[in-house]
């Protein structure tokens, strides 16, 4: 039966909230009009003290703060404000992002963001390869993708952001984004080591491998896949042995169906059930997870010999 993982973050911030009432004080957040609700925003920073990045979220929305047990204080919410690349306005007053993070490191207090996703992943399916880039058909539905790393010490998180040309991508997809990061930020993307262990315990995720070119340091391809209400998402852990060498990507595909031909027996295209001769990667989502993709075999070397004397 294939392995079935939820990512969130109940585990980083249970220990803070317990002992806590659940009443939290929310600073009211003055209402977005609706002709600017869709346009996506600029993005608010968070990082620790030695300045690496935890997450980001959009100009505008808020963070959860949770005190320490010692500290007496509730949980409270309070709405951020974009004030320039290293400054955000958080509860009224005016933070460079790093004298944020030390303050919070003084009073021993953790910080998340309050929209959350919370996301089960699967390994990819056959012939979903085509699904992890922007250049082909089946991309014309992908809004964005994420593309990072870790670092040559394969501890810090830094990734950048790629737009599709396609008037898809808006606030809304870029909030859920963000959050769907931070989900996978506790786990199967939290550095190197989490990643490189995540994909060996999902061998049957793995896509290729191979040896560097200009070395004989190795790398192996996983894809994994997973839904919100209503997108997809594909990610691309690209595992190295050598830490600055291991990458990753998140691809976000809107709400709208992925061209993704079926075939009969026949080899020609069959209808879905609305006839269009489509199904959406949604669709391909569910059906993963009814019917679970067994590991892949290695050929030997006599099966490789046959096959070619057969050719």
Same mark, same amino acid.
């Given at each position: 039966?294939?392995?079935?993982?939820?990512?969130?973050?109940?585990?980083?911030?249970?220990?803070?909230?317990?002992?806590?009432?659940?009443?939290?004080?929310?600073?009211?957040?003055?209402?977005?009009?609706?002709?600017?609700?869709?346009?996506?925003?600029?993005?608010?920073?968070?990082?620790?003290?030695?300045?690496?990045?935890?997450?980001?979220?959009?100009?505008?929305?808020?963070?959860?703060?949770?005190?320490?047990?010692?500290?007496?204080?509730?949980?409270?919410?309070?709405?951020?404000?974009?004030? $320039? =690349?290293?400054? &955000?306005?958080?509860?009224?007053?005016?933070?460079?992002?790093?004298?944020? #993070? %030390?303050?919070?490191?003084? +009073?021993?207090?953790?910080?998340?963001?309050?929209?959350?996703?919370?996301?089960?992943?699967?390994?990819?399916?056959?012939?979903?390869?085509?699904?992890?880039?922007?250049?082909?058909?089946?991309?014309?539905?992908?809004?964005?993708?994420?593309?990072?790393?870790?670092?040559?010490? $394969? =501890?810090?998180? &830094?990734?950048?952001?790629?737009?599709?040309?396609?008037?898809?991508?808006? #606030? %809304?997809?870029?909030?859920? +984004?963000?959050?769907?990061?931070?989900?996978?930020?506790?786990?199967?993307?939290?550095?190197?080591?989490?990643?490189?262990?995540?994909?060996?315990?999902?061998?049957?995720?793995?896509?290729?491998?191979?040896?560097?070119?200009?070395?004989?340091?190795?790398?192996?391809?996983?894809?994994?896949?997973?839904? &919100?209400?209503?997108?997809?998402?594909?990610?691309?852990?690209?595992?190295?042995?050598?830490?600055?060498?291991?990458?990753?990507?998140?691809?976000?595909?809107?709400?709208?169906?992925?061209?993704?031909?079926?075939?009969?027996?026949?080899?020609?295209?069959?209808?879905?059930?609305?006839?269009?001769?489509?199904?959406?990667?949604?669709?391909?989502?569910?059906?993963?997870?009814?019917?679970?993709?067994?590991?892949?075999?290695?050929?030997?070397?006599?099966?490789?010999?046959?096959?070619?004397?057969?050719?």
């Amino acid at each position: 039966m294939e392995k079935k993982v939820l990512v969130n973050d109940i585990d980083r911030v249970s220990k803070h909230e317990q002992g806590h009432g659940t009443k939290a004080k929310t600073l009211p957040a003055k209402p977005t009009p609706e002709s600017e609700k869709e346009e996506p925003k600029r993005l608010i920073r968070f990082i620790d003290s030695e300045y690496r990045t935890l997450f980001q979220i959009p100009d505008g929305e808020s963070i959860r703060v949770i005190y320490s047990l010692d500290d007496g204080r509730e949980p409270e919410e309070a709405v951020c404000k974009y004030e $320039g =690349e290293c400054h &955000t306005k958080i509860g009224g007053m005016i933070y460079h992002i790093c004298e944020f #993070a %030390e303050k919070m490191e003084r +009073l021993g207090a953790k910080y998340r963001p309050v929209n959350q996703t919370a996301v089960e992943i699967l390994p990819y399916s056959e012939g979903e390869e085509k699904f992890y880039t922007f250049n082909r058909d089946e991309g014309n539905t992908c809004a964005c993708s994420e593309h990072g790393d870790f670092g040559n010490n $394969g =501890e810090r998180f &830094t990734s950048n952001l790629k737009i599709r040309e396609n008037g898809l991508y808006n #606030a %809304e997809i870029q909030s859920e +984004l963000q959050s769907v990061i931070y989900a996978l930020r506790q786990n199967v993307l939290k550095d190197h080591l989490a990643m490189s262990n995540y994909c060996k315990e999902h061998p049957e995720a793995k896509i290729s491998d191979g040896n560097f070119s200009n070395s004989n340091d190795r790398y192996e391809i996983y894809g994994f896949k997973f839904e &919100t209400a209503s997108r997809q998402y594909f990610v691309n852990c690209f595992a190295a042995e050598n830490k600055r060498d291991s990458r990753f990507s998140i691809f976000a595909y809107a709400d709208k169906p992925v061209p993704m031909l079926e075939q009969n027996n026949n080899g020609k295209n069959s209808p879905d059930k609305n006839g269009e001769g489509f199904t959406s990667v949604l669709g391909a989502i569910d059906k993963g997870k009814k019917t679970p993709k067994p590991p892949r075999k290695e050929k030997t070397a006599a099966q490789i010999k046959n096959k070619q004397e057969e050719i």
